[in-house]
């Protein structure tokens, strides 16, 4: 894992460890666009691939079944 790996990392994992209030900042069809980019930059295996796909993995739990991206 690299640096921008661990810095993306450390953005992403505080708001769990805070506790943090979320936000309703996406519709759904936002978030499934989101979660597909994600991907895409988290299968290219370049920088912030590890991260990309740790937040991939945390959105798309989230979201709905019915309807959600392939």
Known sequence: MNE???RLLALVDGVVDMDE???PLL???EAQAAVVLLRLLAENGGEG????RHLWGNLERR?????APT
Do not use: I, K, V
């Not at 691939?49 to 990309?52: D, F, T």
């Not at 979201?63 to 309807?67: A, F, I, K, V």
């Open 4 to 6: 921008t790996d661990h």
């Open 49 to 52: 691939s590890y991260a990309a």
């Open 63 to 67: 979201l709905p079944t019915e309807g």
């Open 21 to 23: 209030e979320r936000l």
């Open 27 to 29: 519709t759904l069809r």
